[in-house]
């Protein structure tokens, strides 16, 4: 609750500092044991105390994340509106805001617990995590048991031991938030060990004084007060928001179940006084090493209901992310993590998710596919509408965003935002490729070369023998040529203002050029009289209406076929004169060149690692950066000094 009702950084500071009164309870259970002296009495007046859990049902609300991933979001609305009435905001823009993100999700997301180990990766948290709770069970309970007899006197020593985990969780929220849930909880298992071995190693009543022993005590006790939030909060970080509460309730079973174990593990010491704590000291180090086989979860957005996946990448820079980043996108929104060509390596996947596992590469697809809208049924189309709307609303299906920067949501991009070393996509928007396939090349055919190469191929239905015109000679413009060249077009003409680029546009296909600066004349009256009456097929890949018109303009009166590629700014309309598509001229648009997503991606993945020749995406690349130098990619974009450049992520790591 405490984690899901908080965002941003307050997620490592919230949830870790409600365990303070846990300690100070201890120090007041030591009192209320020294006053009821019969354990039955003791027993009473705590369970009298816990009745006051009851009061929660009136005065606190319930997850308003859950409720929405859940599908109330009636009930959440409510919820958000009174805390913003607390606060002294708006409550009518919670109302807009949840209205305008959050589809409709009820009877969608039914977790029950066989979702705790759906896939391979949650099977996996599960049993590391039930294994680490175990062990914890067993440290916290029977070294909280142990420690009374470190001291002369039981009930002042497990008074202190309450206390002095008030400094622990004060250190485990400054340790966590700087170097993070692996390292604090790994690190306060060593500590925890370490006082368990000095504890042995210090004989009892030295020097005629128990205070050396008293003190390890007290410093293990501070570890796994250092321990203990740390895990819960990294468990509740590792779980999806609709079986959250199974998942961390499962965990803490298992704690329950090293409770039990522990007065066993007491109970060694009648076989020899040291074994207890040389079990609990090898136990903290195995903890310590376990803890260390699950993902990192500092500064990682909560998972939520729908199918997730997080993964590092490579990333190709796009003119469509310029696009989106110089203001001309009609559904751009700020702030946002840009990126749609990348490819990446799943690091885990969410509830549900059955199409990839942990470990496998993916590229992620801005054109999901998810086999069941009419669209995805048709054979006309490739634009799955499953998640159109809330992916153009910059969030996830379920209507939120994964991604936060100083406690404020980001934009997620196409779907894919790759810019990151990690993103979180829907699992229709990824394709699973095959691993020997090299991902700071495959990543280029998660946009720009297959939009090209398919227009021709797909869309346009390029025919052997025909003459064709690409406008623009940028990277989809060459994955055109390509898709020409593998049709058996015969003239195949590069159209563009800048003629540094005609010669490498030769190794994509292309035989002819023209450089509208050279003539006088319109560019389509050129290209008629020099293809004895126009074009048979024609690719605009510049995304300028006025080229648009010329490159349909240029097309063969009776059959001639533009295609529309590039992307127009908002609000800016094209024309010609209807005469031209009486006659007989057809004008078309392509979207990632016609592949239905997720089954032609891994295809075309296999036909570069087939024929490196024909699908030459070694040729694109101009540019290899690190990602601390992304705007030197955009610039030499800009500048039309590249045709491809990757962003590793890796390097710049």
Known sequence: MCMEVVGGTWRSIVPILYQIPYGFGNSIMAGLAYLYREWRDLHLALSLLSSFYIVYLWFVPES????????????????????????????????????????????????????????????????????????????????????????????????????????????????????????????????????????????????????????????????????????????????????????????????????????????????????????????????????????????????????????????????????????QDPEGLFPVILGH??????????????????????IPLYIPQCGECKFCKSPKTNLCQKIRVTQGHGVMPDGTSRFTCNGKSLYHFMGCSTFSEYTVVADISVAKVNAAAPLDK????????????????????????????????????????????????SRIIGVDVNPDKFEIAKEFGFNEFVNPKDYEKPIQEVLIEKTDGGLDYTFECVGNVHTMRAALESCHKGWGVSTIVGVAGAGQEISTRPFQLVTGRVWKGTAFGGWKSRDSVPKLVEEYCKDKKVMCLDKFITHNLKMDQINEAFHLMHKGESIRTVVSIAQAN
């Open 64 to 327: 308003p994340r859950w409720l929405l991933a859940t599908g109330n979001k009636k009930e959440a609305i409510d919820i958000l509106q009174n805390a913003a009435k607390c606060n002294g905001m708006d409550t009518e823009k919670v109302q807009v805001v949840v209205n305008g993100l959050a589809p409709d999700l009820k009877n969608e997301n039914k977790a029950t617990l066989s979702a705790l180990f759906a896939t391979r990766e949650l099977a996996r948290r599960n049993v590391l995590l039930y294994i680490n709770w175990l062990i914890a069970g067993v440290t916290f309970y029977a070294f909280s048991q142990y420690v009374g007899k470190v001291g002369s006197n039981l009930y002042f020593t497990a008074a202190i031991s309450g206390f002095v985990a008030f400094p622990g969780t004060l250190l485990c929220v400054c340790i966590i938030r700087r170097f993070g849930r692996r390292l604090t909880i790994a690190s306060a298992h060593i500590l925890t060990a370490i006082c368990f071995f000095g504890i042995l190693a210090v004989p009892a009543g030295i020097y005629n004084q128990d205070w050396p022993r008293v003190v390890l005590a007290g410093v293990g006790i501070v570890g796994l007060s250092i321990s203990m939030p740390a895990l819960y909060l990294f468990t509740g970080e590792l779980f999806p928001t609709t079986v959250r509460n199974a998942g961390v309730g499962m965990s803490v079973m298992f704690s329950r179940m090293g409770s039990m174990i522990a007065p066993m593990v007491i109970t060694m010491q009648d076989i020899s006084p040291s074994l207890p704590l040389i079990v609990l000291g090898v136990a903290a180090l195995v903890e310590t090493a376990l803890i260390l086989f699950l993902p990192e979860t500092k500064g990682m957005p909560l998972p939520e209901t729908i199918q997730d996946l997080e993964f590092k990448n490579d990333n190709a820079v796009c003119h469509t992310d310029a696009y989106t980043l110089g203001g």
């Open 341 to 362: 060509e990348g490819g990446g390596i799943v690091e885990s996947v969410g509830e549900g998710v059955t199409n990839v596992q942990t470990g496998d590469h993916v």
């Open 442 to 489: 495959v990543c280029l055919l998660g946009c720009g070369v297959p939009t090209g190469y398919g227009a021709a191929l797909n869309t346009a239905k390029v025919e052997k023998g025909s003459t064709c015109a690409v406008w623009g000679l940028g990277a989809v413009g060459l994955a055109v040529g390509i898709g020409c060249k593998v049709a058996g077009a």
